[in-house]
């Protein structure tokens, strides 16, 4: 074996863990919005549509925000005749599937904003995935839905 050779094989097994960490894609984010709210409400949500790319599925374990005390992913489900939502534990996001925070069903339920939010400002907050990674996402606080792409 010469060296040029030797080399190679010292580069491909220090790329190999890479490889098979690559395959879990990050997540997309699209359309993300939170409802503008009268001065002082306790509680906003906020929405966006997820992809996910990758051959893998990838999991939201938790979001956070430093502009609310309290952030967390809710389901929306029929109990007897209410409406309900409550916390999820996680998020997954099968590969190549669009899962949509809409109104109506899952969202953002975002608790006590530390300042004043209005129409225009823009809002960070970051999905931490299941395997640790974060996705920091803009979110632009509206009156209504943005129109589809
Ligand atoms: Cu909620």
């Known amino acids: 074996m010469n ?9 491909l097994a220090a790329l190999a863990p890479a ?3 690559a395959q879990a894609a990050l997540l997309e984010f699209d359309q993300a919005w939170i409802r503008a709210a009268p001065p002082a409400t306790p509680v906003m949500a906020g929405y966006v549509s997820i992809r996910n790319p990758g051959l893998t599925e990838v999991s939201v374990a938790s979001v956070e925000s430093e502009t609310f ?6 389901e929306m489900r029929m109990v ?3 409406m309900r939502m409550r916390p ?5 996001v099968e590969p190549e599937m669009v899962v949509k925070l809409e109104p109506g069903g899952l969202h953002l339920m975002l608790m ?3 300042r004043e939010l209005a129409v225009g400002d823009r809002v960070e907050v970051t999905f931490v995935l299941a395997d640790g990674r974060r996705q920091p996402v803009v979110f632009d606080v509206l009156a209504d839905a943005p129109l589809a792409p």
Do not use: F
């Open 19 to 21: 490889a098979v960490q």
């Open 80 to 82: 007897g005749q209410v």
């Open 112 to 114: 006590q904003p530390v």
């Open 88 to 92: 999820l534990r996680s998020l997954p």
């Open 69 to 74: 005390a309290t952030t967390e992913l809710h």
């Open 3 to 11: 060296v040029s050779k030797w080399m190679l094989g010292l580069v």
